[in-house]
């Protein structure tokens, strides 16, 4: 299991900035699913991502999907830890990248993608989002489902 | 101060297009406790009232605190307000 971690110092991209959510007349509050909800969408949405999460939270998904009870979506926010504050935000992602990519472009790709769809949706700033990549998928050896996106 | 008819507060955020519906926070106790009844999401403290929602998909967050803003200060007797985003709702396309 190989795993990646890199680190992202501040940001200067494009950002709705904090001064919106706090002002005189009262505070705007965002709370914590909400940024892991916008986080896991932006890295699901980029290429070569094939899944989210460490091996349990996976295998507990595929559980939780065949069940007849509940919803049967699996779950965007698996494989996302968020720390909120009231200006900034900082978040963890675990991905299962594709065979064949580069995995260090795909991080990248991820990690700009979460940070412009976070500041951009919640005009928090992002300090930093910490990627690991735990697994790579290798191709329908054990299921019939195709490749993500 | 003045007081809050916090049943039109909950109307006219739940008429903003930007906003799904009201929240009752994690544990749904977030509310107005009424006799017989309760109104989700509003909560009038001394200094403030706040407003839990959860915001429809793709709404710019900063704009659903604004806009919610805008709509009850006017209802909300000189108190600030303060506006949680408890929730957001995910767009189909993204599945669960």
């Known amino acids: 299991m190989s795993q990646i971690t890199e ?4 940001t200067d991209g494009p950002s709705a900035g904090p001064g919106h959510l706090i002002t005189p007349q009262g505070r705007t509050t965002i709370a914590d699913p909400v940024v892991a909800k916008i986080a896991g969408i932006a890295a699901r949405e980029v290429s070569g991502v094939h899944d989210m999460g460490k091996g349990a939270a996976r295998a507990l998904g595929a559980v939780k999907e065949r069940l007849p009870v509940g919803s049967s979506s699996p779950s965007v ?16 992602v675990d991905l299962v990248c594709e065979y064949g990519v580069s995995i260090v472009d795909v991080a990248e790709a991820v990690r700009s993608n979460v940070i412009r769809r976070i500041e951009g949706m919640c005009g928090l700033r992002v300090t ?22 | 101060m003045a007081e809050v008819d916090v049943d039109a507060v909950a109307a006219v955020v739940q008429a903003l297009p930007l906003v799904s519906s009201l929240s ?15 109104v989700r999401g509003v909560r009038v403290r001394d200094g403030n009232v706040e407003v839990h929602v959860v915001a429809g998909p793709e709404a710019p967050l900063p704009v659903v605190g604004t806009t919610v803003r805008g709509a009850v200060l006017p209802l909300a007797g000189g108190r600030a307000v303060d506006v949680h985003v408890d929730d957001i709702e995910v767009p189909l396309s993204a599945g669960g």
Do not use: C, H, K
């Not at chain 1, 926010?77 to 963890?92: F, S």
């Not at chain 1, 910490?130 to 996106?149: A, F, K, L, T, Y």
């Not at chain 2, 009752?24 to 309760?38: C, D, H, I, K, N």
């Open chain 1, 7 to 10: 680190q992202r110092p501040g």
């Open chain 1, 128 to 149: 930093e989002v910490n990627i690991s990549v735990g697994d790579v998928w290798m191709g329908d050896d054990d299921s019939g489902s195709g490749p993500g996106q």
């Open chain 1, 77 to 92: 926010t698996q494989g996302v830890n968020v720390q909120v504050g009231e200006e900034e935000a900082a978040v963890d």
């Open chain 2, 24 to 38: 009752g926070g994690q544990f749904g106790e977030v509310a107005t406790y009424l006799p017989g009844r309760r």
